[in-house]
């Protein structure tokens, strides 16, 4: 690979992963939370950028609004730490994350190394005036099935795992 | 394909790859629940990236675009479900962390 | 019409779940009975009115390039005989009414979802039929909420995302190559040389269904997520899903799509070695039930990846055989190990014994399903691993036959151990013989098992010789 050139793509790519990063460094649970709503929100208007609408909005309204609801409603059902808790864990995290920056560095010089030949890609096909709606709706048509079955068995699990048991067994 | 849209493409895939050793790593050193499912997201967001950057150089951006729509919905389930057994063994033991619950060894 | 094995179920569901619940509580397990028994005897007879007959009117407004071959029927007909078992065992083993139905609800998606994966010639529905049967698995394992099954369903759900992960990324790449998530045109984009990223993008896809058929070293959720689910659960893991999620899925799209080299079959023979050496000798060491049989399967899990790595088509026939054989016999001990964890409430070997006088119809049955595991002629099991290791032995793979002949001893002998400490022996416990559901499975897995050693040549030439077609595509 050879060094990106600098343009608007390239500058929300970094930002991405600054965000990734401060996802996975941060000290609270809910600033994590941010982090990745952060990073959501970058790759959905990296998405509206690379000709994919649809799945912007989707990424935008389902990853960066409802996943993050649901952590934040996680984060705050359970516990949170008291401050003598948060500083012996945050001396803990410093020496297990401490290396992520490093690892990143050492990743993005190697990746620079690495050449990878222009063999592989196919020649852009012929669906590339075609509508996702047409696709989805037309070819993918066993997707959506799926998509139905996945979120039955999904309700069926929120009820399982929310429902309180009357008398205590465990 | 020309060589533009490959440059583009080994461009995003650079970025793309560094995002993936963010959550593979958070995934492999936390012991938290919650973090980890945030290094699962973290990981997931990546390869949606990638699909729509694939479709985007070959000119399949319909194709693509369904499979992360699909993509995103079964993440969703996923992750609705992860958040659920976290805060059912936070209820059980007080605390998030995967280190206490070893008790199924032996 | 083979949709309609997808269709029919999921009007049903959605049907049992409407208003009126409490007509479709005592309907849910008779409906599902009758759609896993359909399911065997669509699959036994595999009539060509039913599988090859395109509806018109279903056909234009339900597109789906279903491709249903010989390999298919094996697998579908395994999934409804587990399926069965795993229902029987429910409606002896849970006595909330309430509680039942939510499970018989997730069977059937869980079963959906298998047939799904086993029918479709996409590699992205593959992966939404993958997921199907992965969310129905981890509610299921997770179902009674105790903090073992919690702790079985979160392990279970994190390397299934991980896999799940590397296999998304594969397919990336691999319409990046092909333009395309058809099965034929990945193959034909595939097979062109000298593309490191795709090399790159089937190691991953591997990996991940590795990861997701618990083949050593990625197995550390095994024996935790079998011993900690439901003993209906349990059947049905480790009955099928893991076998269609990971084994099913790799023999499909290591024939169809990617081509078995000589990288990829000397790893599947290194990876199959270890895996029946590793879970074998883990095997011996355990004194809980359930978890000795979760480390047996890895064990046998082994045997298939082994006999599938020798290419011929001796050795994949010996694999799918063994595939569909340890189904039944891991089936059949796992309804065992549920009969009687329902009499005893414990799975620790140590504080059982003499249960053999007290329940004759388990006991029997699991000398059966025991006898089958460690390879023992007349019955179903000798015959497969025989397959595989004269395929191995052929192949010129001398030294992991010899491995898997030892290998066989070590089994025969920690199953040994597991009769004698439960079954044999005395004890006055004063305990009765289990539900009429249970005895019912197990009899109908154990007959299976005895049907099918004695009449092998006629199995081989209606089941096993078509096979023939996957490898010479």
């Known amino acids: 690979m050879t060094i990106p050139h600098i343009s608007i793509d390239t500058i929300l790519l970094f930002t991405m992963v600054a965000a990734a990063l401060w996802t996975v460094m941060g000290r609270s649970l809910l600033k994590a939370t941010i982090g990745l709503a952060i990073t959501s929100a970058i790759i959905s208007i990296l998405m509206f950028r690379l000709n994919s609408p649809l799945a912007a909005v989707f990424e935008l309204s389902v990853c960066t609004g409802l996943i993050t609801v649901v952590f934040v409603s996680t984060i705050s059902l359970t516990k949170p730490l008291t401050h003598k808790e948060i500083v012996e864990l945050s001396k803990e995290r410093h020496k297990r994350f401490g290396y992520l920056p490093i690892i990143i560095i050492v990743t993005a010089i190697v990746l620079t190394l690495i050449k990878i030949r222009n063999n592989v890609a196919v020649a852009p096909g012929a669906d590339i005036t075609a509508d996702v709606r047409q696709v989805m709706w037309n070819i993918r048509h066993l997707d959506m099935f799926g998509q139905i079955l996945i979120i039955i068995a999904g309700a069926l699990g929120v009820v399982i795992l929310f429902e309180e048991r009357k008398r205590d067994e465990w | ?106 | 019409m083979p949709s309609l094995l997808i269709l029919v179920p999921l009007i049903g569901l959605v049907a049992l779940n409407l208003p009126n619940k409490d007509i479709m509580r005592k309907l849910a397990f008779w409906f599902a009975l009758g759609l896993f028994i359909t399911q065997i005897l669509l699959a036994i007879q595999h009539h060509p009115v039913f599988w090859n007959y395109q509806l018109e009117k279903m056909d234009s407004f339900f597109r789906v390039n279903f491709s249903v071959d010989h390999l298919s029927f094996i697998m579908l007909l395994c999934i409804g005989i587990v399926s069965t078992a795993s229902l029987l065992v429910a409606r002896h083993t849970i006595h909330d009414e309430k509680e039942r139905f939510k499970l018989i609800n997730l069977l059937i998606i869980a079963s959906i979802g298998m047939s799904g994966t086993v029918m479709t010639s996409d590699i992205f529905s593959m992966y939404i039929f993958l997921e199907i049967t992965a969310i129905a698995s981890f509610i299921l394992i997770a179902f009674e909420k105790n903090i073992y099954a919690l702790e079985g369903a979160f392990k279970y759900l994190m390397l299934s995302a991980t896999a799940t992960i590397m296999i998304l990324t594969s397919i990336a790449i691999l319409i990046l190559a092909a333009g395309s998530t058809s099965f034929s045109d990945i193959s034909q984009a595939v097979r062109s040389p000298g593309n490191n990223i795709v090399v790159v993008a089937i190691g991953l896809f591997l990996c991940g269904l590795m990861i997701k058929g618990g083949v050593v070293p990625f197995h550390a959720w095994v024996p935790d997520a079998y011993s900690a689910a439901p003993a209906s659960v349990s059947v049905l893991l480790a009955g099928i899903v893991t076998k269609v999620a990971g084994i099913y899925t790799l023999i499909r799209t290591i024939t169809a799509i990617f081509g078995l080299d000589g990288a990829t079959r000397s790893a599947l023979l290194m990876l199959g070695a270890i895996s029946i050496l590793v879970g074998a000798f883990a095997a011996l060491g355990q004194k809980n039930m359930k978890r000795m049989l979760a480390y047996s399967s890895i064990s046998q899990i082994g045997y298939i990846i082994i006999g599938f790595g020798t290419g011929t088509f001796l050795g994949i026939a010996g694999a799918v055989f063994h595939l569909f054989n340890h189904s039944m016999f891991k089936a059949l001990l796992f309804v065992n190990a549920s009969a009687v964890e329902s009499r005893l409430g414990t799975m620790d070997m140590d504080k059982m014994g003499g249960l053999s006088a007290k329940m004759p119809v388990t006991g029997a049955t699991s000398v059966i399903g025991m006898l089958s595991a460690a390879g023992i002629p007349p019955l179903s099991g000798f015959w497969s691993k025989l397959m595989i290791i004269v395929a191995l032995w052929r192949s010129g793979d001398h030294a992991y036959s010899i491995i898997a002949i030892l290998a066989g001893v070590v089994t025969l002998a920690y199953l040994l151990i597991m009769q004698r400490k439960a079954f044999f022996g005395k004890d006055n416990e004063s305990v009765s013989e289990a539900g009429l559901g249970i005895k019912t499975a197990s009899v109908m897995l154990a007959g299976v098992l005895v049907g099918i050693g004695i009449s092998f040549p006629f199995i081989f030439n209606r089941f096993l010789a078509p096979l023939r077609e996957i490898i010479h595509r």
């Open chain 2, 1 to 106: 394909m020309s060589g533009e849209s490959w440059q583009s493409f080994l461009t995003f895939g650079f970025f793309i790859v560094l995002t993936f050793v963010c959550g593979a790593y958070c995934l492999l050193v936390t012991r938290n629940m919650i973090r980890a499912i945030i290094g699962l997201e973290l990981l997931i967001k990546a390869v949606t990236l990638l699909i729509i950057v694939v479709g985007h150089v070959t000119g399949r951006v319909a194709l693509t675009q369904a499979l992360v729509i699909t993509i995103i919905v079964i993440e969703v389930v996923v992750t609705v479900i992860a958040g659920g057994i976290a805060l059912r063994v936070f209820r059980h033991n007080n605390s998030l962390y995967i280190g206490d619950l070893n008790k199924l060894k032996g």
